[in-house]
């Protein structure tokens, strides 16, 4: 299946720094990627659709100037949660979907930030 | 928006025997049902997937079957084995490939 990465797995940050997370689609060029957000033992909640070179589509109750999304390429997409907060505090997952006739989303492994 | 619900939201199952899990969703226009399991702080994993034209599905233990007309589906895992456990998840799409998904139902297979 088509791989997708996500750098970095784990990052600790101060209150109040900002933090990038990249996801790359390596062997697939994707047409759209997501962002979820995932509370231990819960669901994956969607927070924002990047499609490549357009504004990406928040999520109601998301925040779209504290959770900067860029789609530069059909292979990258980065999340920046700035001036982030121990409330922000989670396990966030990107995922890629090539568009076309293609059913499936292929996830990345995950990045969990924690705020002290 | 979709709405979709999913039960259980724990299982513990005999080594060997069945497991079965279902959601229902709200939307009539989702015509795409993946099911995925996740591994404590791991990526989820697509473990079959099912489309609005199609009844069921299976792949070797796994099956799935689709009620377009009650808006329910459900995951069978047939003779489950202790690399069952898990969390699982289903999802509905209406073809934007936007997903939502369920609760999620963690898994337990005793051995």
């Known amino acids: 299946g088509a791989v997708v990465s996500q750098h970095p797995s784990r990052v600790i940050c101060k209150s109040g720094t900002s933090v990038k997370i990249e996801c790359r689609s390596l062997?697939?060029?994707?047409?759209?990627m997501f962002w979820y957000r995932q509370f231990p033992k819960k669901s994956l909640m969607l927070m924002a659709t990047s499609n490549e070179g357009s504004k990406a589509t928040y999520e109601q109750g998301v925040e779209k100037d504290k959770f900067l999304i860029n789609h530069a390429s059909l292979t990258l997409s980065t999340l920046t949660v700035t001036s982030a907060h121990p409330e922000d505090s989670s396990f966030y997952i990107c995922s890629a979907w090539e568009g076309g006739g293609a059913d499936t989303q292929y996830f990345g492994p995950g990045t969990r930030l924690t705020v002290l | 928006g979709e709405n979709v619900e999913q039960h259980p939201s724990t299982l513990s199952v005999q080594e060997g025997d069945s497991a079965v899990i279902k959601c229902t969703y709200s939307?009539?226009?989702?015509?795409?049902f993946p099911w995925y399991k996740q591994e404590l702080g791991k990526r989820p994993q697509l473990i079959i997937d099912?489309?609005?034209?199609?009844g069921e599905k299976k792949d070797q233990r796994i099956a799935v079957t689709l009620n377009k007309t009650a808006k329910h589906f459900s995951l069978h895992i047939t003779e489950t084995q202790p690399e069952d456990s898990a969390v699982y998840f289903c999802a509905a799409s209406s073809g934007n490939e936007k997903l939502t998904f369920g609760t999620g139902t963690r898994l337990t297979i005793i051995p």
């Open positions: 099912i489309r609005s034209n199609v």
């Open positions: 062997d697939f060029q994707a047409t759209t």
């Open positions: 939307d009539s226009a989702s015509n795409y």
